[in-house]
């Protein structure tokens, strides 16, 4: 079992940065890629950027530019540094870890989720 512990969310003002971090414990030895996911209100999950290793992946086209996702030295954490923020922003972001062979995932965790609200 891998457990996942998101931290650095919270308000922003539209323009304005945060912060994510996840941090990975367990068997992460069984992880090969990590990334964010966000839920806003009333919509479904959906993909945010993941990296395999320590490459940048399947980054979403509406947050290219303004969201970098990178992963520590261990490959146990992971950032998502977040600029210029919108109100589209706004939603719960969770960490996902993945043992991943392909398009085949075997095994999948997520975070609780961290609140990002985006409000002037």
């Known amino acids: 079992q891998v457990q996942l512990v998101e931290s650095g969310g919270g308000l922003a003002q539209p323009g304005g940065s945060l912060n994510l971090s996840c941090a990975a414990s367990?068997?992460?030895?069984?992880?090969?890629?990590m990334g964010w996911f966000r839920q806003a209100p009333g919509k479904g999950r959906e993909l945010v950027a993941t990296m395999k290793h320590d490459v940048p992946e399947n980054i979403t086209e509406s947050v290219k530019g303004r969201l970098i996702i990178s992963r520590g030295n261990r490959e146990n954490t992971v950032w998502l540094q977040m600029r210029d923020l919108r109100h589209k922003d706004t939603a719960v972001y969770y960490c996902?870890?993945?043992?991943?062979?392909?398009?085949?995932?075997?095994?999948?965790?997520w975070g609780p989720g961290t609140q990002v609200t985006v409000s002037a």
């Open positions: 996902n870890a993945q043992s991943r062979a392909g398009e085949m995932v075997s095994n999948e965790f």
């Open positions: 367990g068997s992460t030895f069984i992880v090969n890629t």
